[in-house]
């Protein structure tokens, strides 16, 4: 594979990192998107969660970071994380790295919503793609912020609750944890209620209250929702994978449309909306926003680095979606 896009942004006509991602990403230096080490050994992990599959659970990860301007894996001290793909034993298993990084930079570029910033890389030898993320968790010194997802804050354990753990909370829950525990709560709810409608748009199954986290630092008091991560369409790897991975309210609740249709629609998220306090106009504006930009997202999937295939099956998904979040 030759690069030709910016391996980040995926802008056309670079060989390597364009200046503004190696800005973001590697603090101005000129870092060679092809790794000098081969592909880590690692075991399969054999993920058993009650039937549920999540990619993040199967995907290895390991730490990386910056030696000059050159990468190297670490065991302690990462200012990043690479995910290899996962064995294949999903479908498309070599598409996961390029498909979390086109669904990280269509959230960030195209929603502006607050993604961890990422890239794909490739293994030296092999030239096999690898998705690479900044951590966001540590100050540039080191420090570490305080962090907790969703399940912990929530008292969620594998002990006390069982394998399905971080599926046992709804997305109106989260949105009630928030309030009680984030004064910003208007702001954020409009965070929330955005990328619960992104996961949606791009079939991200696997947002389950594991991968949503608040974080704390210095430069602000308050508990805010994190940076998002772990974001891919997961239904080209799992075609049979739920619509979301969370129930949307509490108490199992379901909206008329629901009942007739068996598949969310416009109207679950326009009720949710509501139910999580958010006012009308707002509403009605994100959900409207969200199916707005099928050029850009048909773009920049094209200037991806998904091969041929999976770039029609991704968009094809979009387009059902936009259809079903279109009000009747
Ligand atoms: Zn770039």
Known sequence: MKINNCPSCLKPGHKTFCIPCRNKLFGGKNVNPVLLFSKPV??????????????????????????????ELTEKGGEYIIKPQPKAIVNFAEQVP?????????????????????????????????????R??????????????????????EENEGVEYK???????????LKEICSAYPVEVEKLFRIIIFNYLVNNGDAHAKNFSMISNTSFKDYLLSPFYDLLNTRIHYPKDAELALNLFKNAYETESYKINAHFLYEDFYQFGLKIGMRKNRVEKFL?????????IENLTNNSFLSSDTKKLYLEYIRLNINKLTPR
């Open 136 to 157: 966001f968790d540590k100050n540039s010194d080191g420090i570490k912020y305080q962090m907790e997802d969703f399940t912990q804050i929530a008292g969620k354990t």
């Open 167 to 177: 599926y046992n909370l709804s997305y109106e829950e989260i949105a009630g944890i």
């Open 288 to 296: 409207s926003d969200i199916i707005s930009e099928y050029n850009e």
């Open 98 to 134: 390029p498909n979390e990084h086109l669904t990280m930079q269509i959230a960030s570029q195209i929603f502006k919503l607050n993604a961890a910033y990422n890239a794909v890389v490739f293994f030296g030898d092999t030239f096999e793609p690898c998705y690479l993320t900044k």
């Open 42 to 71: 690692y075991e399969q992990i054999v993920l058993e969660q009650g039937g549920k599959i999540s990619i993040s659970g199967v995907q290895p990860k390991h730490s990386v970071r910056l030696n000059g301007s050159t990468l």
